[in-house]
């Protein structure tokens, strides 16, 4: 098993930043791609960022240029920088640790980024 905690969600401005990260604990071993997702009210969760164990980063559309995702293999965490927030990034976001052979995935309680205009 897996445990993953978020923290760094808040409130902010439109045109700020936050921080989130993810730390795992337990059978990190068994973890291969992490990543953040996020779900608005009333939306489906969408994929936000994901970063493999090479480093290989993947990204929204619509947070490319603006969110970075960053990996730590020794400390598991990930983490991601988000600038130049947006009212319409406001949501849930959610932290993702996928199982080696497509085994399902692992995720966090989720935190709540919310951006005003």
């Known amino acids: 098993q897996v445990q993953l905690v978020e923290s760094g969600g808040g409130l902010v401005q439109a045109g700020g930043s936050l921080r989130l990260s993810c730390a795992a604990s337990?059978?990190?071993?068994?973890?291969?791609?992490m990543g953040w997702y996020r779900q608005a009210p009333g939306k489906q969760r969408e994929l936000v960022a994901t970063?493999?164990?090479?480093?290989?980063?993947n990204y929204a559309d619509s947070v490319k240029g603006r969110f970075t995702i960053s990996r730590d293999i020794a400390k598991n965490i990930v983490t991601l920088q988000m600038n130049s927030l947006k009212p319409e990034d406001t949501a849930v976001y959610y932290c993702?640790?996928?199982?080696?052979?497509?085994?399902?995935?692992?995720w966090g309680q989720g935190t709540q980024v919310t951006v005003s205009s």
């Open positions: 993702n640790a996928a199982r080696l052979k497509g085994l399902g995935a692992y």
């Open positions: 970063i493999s164990r090479g480093g290989i980063t």
């Open positions: 337990g059978s990190t071993f068994s973890i291969s791609t």
